[in-house]
């Protein structure tokens, strides 16, 4: 990547190496602000670990298998063929998912234009396949061309479709938070099957000792506040509903280490949502 990559958030950075370091990437997703930052960093998050604090490599890996486990049980059951990854900055997922998954999936990663156009980049030189394609896009649009609307309106609306959000939420308000919901379960309502995953940490579950630090430490590596907008999983789903999903849970790794593995540890400070537009079936 070129010195350009500095319009893209320190997180991205950082998660890019880290699914790297655990062979989830490709190179062309790395950056050597990335480098640098994964290694200035290890010495702390050490530290942290002994401390007690959430180890956030570990929650990093932990929500991106999960989401990742969950996605390919839809994909390969035939009830999701469109997925759009909101917010996806380096996420390796749309270039591993079309490895495994070639024609059967229509990949769109969705960011804003300056990541957009970086993430482009990178996956020309990847070699991006057909079916694969990044757009400009504003989560916090309720209309326009950046909008989620304007962003469904080329899609088959006969198919099902998948909205994945990664490290995004945690990172707005409440209220912020719901508009985005509401507007996902509209646009998912709309095709054949809808289903919604995202990473969210509730206050319960950063509790204790180790949760001021650990708050502290994300508000400063993201360069801004973090949200915890809910102190219970029963309030989390009931939200959802409210935004227009009729089903949602959030799904506690711990309860799916099968599908994890046990390589790295399985972290317990977040949860992964789990929402529908219809009731529930067994094909999700």
């Known amino acids: 990547m070129s010195s350009s990559d500095s319009r893209i958030s320190p997180t991205a950075h950082y998660t890019g190496m880290v699914w790297a370091r655990n062979g989830l990437s490709h190179r062309a997703l790395e950056s050597f602000r990335g480098r640098a930052m994964y290694t200035l960093l290890q010495p702390v998050v050490r530290v942290a670990r002994r401390a007690g604090v959430p180890d956030v490599d570990q929650f990093l890996l932990t ?26 900055g380096l996420s390796p997922r749309g270039w591993r998912f079309k490895q495994r998954f070639g024609d059967r999936i229509e990949y769109i990663e969705a960011d804003l234009p300056g990541m957009a156009a970086l993430k482009r980049a990178a996956l020309k030189k990847m070699g991006a396949s057909p079916g694969h394609r990044v757009v400009a896009f504003d989560a916090l649009a309720d209309e326009g061309p950046l909008s989620l609307s304007a962003l469904c309106a080329g899609l088959d609306r006969s198919r099902g479709m998948a909205i994945v959000t990664e490290g995004l939420v945690n990172y707005f308000s409440e209220a912020a938070v719901r508009g985005m919901w509401r507007r996902f379960a509209k646009e998912l309502a709309g095709f054949s099957c809808g289903a919604y995953w995202s990473d969210l940490f509730l206050s319960s579950d950063v509790g204790g000792k180790g949760a001021t630090p650990f708050i502290h430490f994300l508000s400063a590596f993201v360069r801004g506040k973090v949200h915890l907008h809910f102190a219970q999983t029963s309030a989390a789903e009931q939200a959802l509903r409210e935004c227009g999903f009729a089903d949602a849970r959030l799904l506690d790794p711990g309860d799916h280490a099968e599908a994890l593995g046990d390589a790295t540890g399985i972290s317990r400070s977040v949860r992964v949502v789990e929402a529908r537009v219809a009731a529930p079936s067994s094909a999700i």
Do not use: F, Y
């Open 63 to 88: 929500r991106h298998r999960l989401i990742d486990a969950r996605l390919v049980q839809a994909v390969e059951s035939g009830a999701i063929t469109q997925v759009v990854e909101i917010a996806a």
